[in-house]
């Protein structure tokens, strides 16, 4: 069963441009959605994350907006580069001991310039 | 701090065979997970440990075995290898549990044939 689906599976933009990464989850008592980034031959990294009490958050050039009555959570990346060209996922999880991440399946975004 | 360190980084094995993957963290953290990741697949959860000598089992735990003797080492165990098997393993570590950020390996890539 998954507990959290990932759209799209790639995306292609250009430089400059804003792609955004869609999430869906089922479980209403998960408490903590980050987006985690991963390069080719590397393990992910947090890139950013929230909670819900908060629709939106923003590090950077990377924003989440949360949208709790809809069980959606999405990425946005401003005036994307070539360098952001990477594997996305999303993932939820429970605070409490003894649980870990459900991860989305990815998102290959490539970034041309 | 070297963070989340795995050995070996490819492995080539035959169907049968074992072998031991190595995972050390020096952050001092307590709880640590093994996920399996599959093309298109997302992270799959194998096995995790909240401190040491206690380990859980996770999603995927079949053909898998792990042991937490010190707060540092995770290793994780195959036994009687299978194709299926075939995948890029990560292991991660967290200073609290579920919602809060995992710090990742590089990964290890074993081929089962």
């Known amino acids: 069963q998954q507990q959290v689906k990932q759209s799209p599976q790639s995306l292609i933009v250009q430089k400059g441009g804003i792609p955004i990464i869609n999430c869906a989850y089922e479980?209403?008592?998960?408490?903590?959605f980050p987006w985690y980034q991963q390069f080719p031959g590397k393990g992910p990294a947090l890139l950013i994350a929230?909670?819900?009490?908060?629709s939106e958050k923003k590090e950077g050039r990377f924003t989440i907006s949360f949208n709790k009555s809809a069980k959606q959570f999405s990425l946005h990346i401003m005036d994307s580069q070539p360098g952001d060209s990477a594997t996305y996922f999303c993932?939820?999880?429970?605070?409490?001991?003894?649980?870990?991440?459900?991860f989305g399946k990815g998102t290959t975004l490539s970034v041309s310039s | 701090n070297a963070g989340v360190t795995q050995t070996p980084k490819f492995r080539i094995l035959k169907i049968g065979q074992s072998m031991t993957l190595q995972c050390t963290q020096d952050?001092?953290?307590?709880?640590m997970y093994w996920y399996r990741q599959d093309p298109g697949m997302g992270l799959k959860l194998i096995y995790y440990?909240?401190?040491?000598?206690?380990?859980d089992k996770g999603e995927v735990p079949n053909g898998y075995n792990v042991s937490r003797s010190t707060t540092e080492d995770f290793p994780l165990r195959l036994e009687l290898a299978a194709p299926s098997q075939t995948s890029v393993y990560f292991c991660?570590?967290?200073?609290?549990?579920?919602?809060?950020?995992?710090?990742f390996g590089p990964g290890t890539r074993l081929t089962v044939t």
């Open positions: 991660a570590s967290s200073f609290v549990p579920g919602g809060s950020e995992q710090y």
């Open positions: 479980n209403t008592a998960f408490d903590y």
């Open positions: 929230i909670r819900p009490d908060v």
């Open positions: 993932a939820a999880s429970f605070n409490q001991a003894g649980t870990a991440l459900i």
């Open positions: 952050m001092n953290h307590n709880y």
């Open positions: 440990s909240v401190g040491a000598g206690i380990t």
